[in-house]
């Protein structure tokens, strides 16, 4: 199954391909597309996320519908709620997100960029309760 290249084709794409873009998930972020989501016909969606705005409210408690969900934080850091626990994300860390977790990005880093890499592309985002109190962010200098 995996040695069948069923539906994809190949990508190959560079820096000035494709623009950040404010039209994301978070009006707060920027977006750049890495064309998977055309390479696997939308089977996954790759894209580079950065911080535009300073944290106010962050993103809320929500979950998403997804199969697969990654974060891969290329440099600076983001506080995530996870649950009822508190996670530190800095460059160089990986979060698996499992299917339907409850969290909330509540701060991060004015050079704050990661990589996600999620499945399907067009996964879904719901808002929920959240389950206790959310730290209050760090002010940008």
């Not at 977006?31 to 996954?44: E, F, Q, S």
């Not at 996964?123 to 760090?138: K, L």
Request: hydrophobic letters at 40%; aromatic letters at 12%.
């Amino acid at each position: 199954m995996l040695d069948q290249a069923v539906g994809t084709k190949f990508a190959h794409v560079k820096p000035d391909d494709t623009p950040w873009r404010g039209t994301g998930l978070r009006d707060f972020f920027l977006y750049r597309d890495l064309g998977v989501a055309d390479a696997t016909g939308g089977r996954v969606i790759a894209q580079l996320v950065r911080a535009n705005d300073p944290p106010e409210h962050g993103t809320g408690w929500h979950r998403h519908v997804a199969e697969f969900h990654i974060v891969y934080m290329l440099q600076g850091w983001a506080r995530f709620m996870y649950e009822d626990k508190e996670h530190l994300v800095s460059a160089g860390d990986c979060v698996h997100q499992r299917p339907g977790i409850t969290h909330y990005l509540f701060d991060y880093s004015p050079d704050m960029e990661y990589l996600e890499i999620v499945a399907p592309a067009d996964f879904g985002t719901v808002d929920v309760d959240g389950p206790c109190e959310v730290p209050a962010p760090t002010p940008w200098r």
